[in-house]
T-cell receptor, first 116, second 114 residues
Framework: GAVVSQHPSRVICKSGTSVKIECRSL??????MFWYRQFPKQSLMLMAT?????????EQGVEKDKFLINHASLTLSTLTVTSAHPEDSSFYIC????????????FGNGTRLTVT | KQEVTQIPAALSVPEGENLVLNCSFT??????LQWFRQDPGKGLTSLLL?????REQTSGRLNASLDKSSGRSTLYIAASQPGDSATYLC?????????????FGKGTKLSVKP
């Protein structure tokens, strides 16, 4: 079946530094990938839609200059949290749509970001 | 604006019991509805996907129903096991902006006691 790989699974960084999270579709080409964020005891909230070869579409309230998304190929999207602060500590998870089947989204295993 | 609500927020049952998790959504114009399982600190595992034209889907001990007109879905788990302990998320695939997106509920945390 389709697999979405996300790396790293956990990252701890110091306040002010940048962190890059990768999302790869392993056996299908994904023209669209989605990035979600989940705070403790909250639902997953869509942050942005990553489109291969074009600019990402950000949801209201999500700073595009802080959360940089690059979808340079059909199998890779990256989310860079720039100048991270403790309030950015969260669980980030990506998903991708396999155009070959009717299931809209396959999810990565997520990245636990802790900013100290 | 689509909102998805899950009740209860947490549930604890003894092993072997049958149980029902509830999900409601405010906008009935959905493409489909999907149930996921999330283990602590982990990603999502898709359990069942119900297309908007369907009424239910079954997989093993799991059965999910969909009633678009009332904006409700249920996940029925038969003969629960300790391994079923996890958070169960309901998500409605809705038209948002120029393309569809999954709108998630906050989940129901299930604990099955041996």
């Amino acid at each position: 079946g389709a697999v979405v790989s996300q790396h790293p699974s956990r990252v701890i960084c110091k306040s002010g530094t940048s962190v890059k999270i990768e999302c790869r579709s392993l056996d299908f080409q994904a023209t669209t990938m989605f990035w979600y964020r989940q705070f403790p005891k909250q639902s997953l909230m869509l942050m942005a839609t990553s489109n291969e070869g074009s600019k990402a579409t950000y949801e209201q309230g999500v700073e595009k200059d802080k959360f940089l998304i690059n979808h340079a190929s059909l199998t890779l999207s990256t989310l860079t949290v720039t100048s991270a602060h403790p309030e950015d500590s969260s669980f980030y998870i990506c998903s991708a749509r396999d155009p070959r089947d009717n299931s809209p989204l396959h999810f990565g295993n997520g990245t636990r970001l802790t900013v100290t | 604006k689509q909102e998805v609500t899950q009740i209860p927020a947490a549930l604890s049952v003894p092993e072997g019991e049958n149980l029902v998790l509830n999900c409601s959504f405010t906008d009935s114009a959905i493409y489909n509805l999907q149930w996921f399982r999330q283990d602590p600190g982990k990603g999502l595992t898709s359990l069942l996907l119900i297309q908007s034209s369907q009424r239910e889907q079954t997989s093993g001990r799991l059965n999910a129903s969909l009633d678009k007109s009332s904006g409700r879905s249920t996940l029925y788990i038969a003969a629960s096991q300790p391994g079923d302990s996890a958070t169960y998320l309901c998500a409605a695939w809705s038209k948002v902006g120029s393309q569809g997106n999954l709108i998630f509920g906050k989940g129901t945390k299930l604990s099955v006691k041996p």
